[in-house]
């Protein structure tokens, strides 16, 4: 799960902003989604949640307590290597779920190289884009649940990252 565009939204009109509030994090503002909460609880019960952001830790360390959330995600560590030429976090993806395992990618900056890095994934994979402005939907949640009931058996109670 991103958080920049996904549950911290930015680009909207600012003389009518989506239902959210403001926060400082770090020294830096952010819009968060009033009803990312209650999203991300309810993902929760079908996948294992991952922080995927350049927030690294400090998505743990924040999120929880603003989007009242119980916590304990893990996040993804992102290390710059002068030989990927795709996506900046796929390596570290594919570090954590390996080829087979199912994913499911929320994000709202997929590019050429997401897409095909999922086509070509042997395992089961679905890339979620959201928008910028409105960020994670009840639409998006159902298209989740939905993928992982019927990619990866998810009406048989397993869990999906």
Known sequence: MDVDG???LFGFDH???PPGFPVLIDGTPHWMSSHAGGLLARLSRTFECVWCTGWEERAEEHLPRLLGLPGGWEHLSFRARPEDRAHWKLAAIEERVGTHQPVAWVDD?????CREWAAARPGPTLLVETQPASGLTAEHVEQLEAWAA???????????Q
């Open 150 to 160: 019927s990619a990866v058996g998810g009406e048989r109670g397993e869990r999906t």
């Open 109 to 113: 900056a997929h590019d050429d190289a």
């Open 15 to 17: 003389v009518a902003p």
């Open 6 to 8: 996904v549950l911290s």
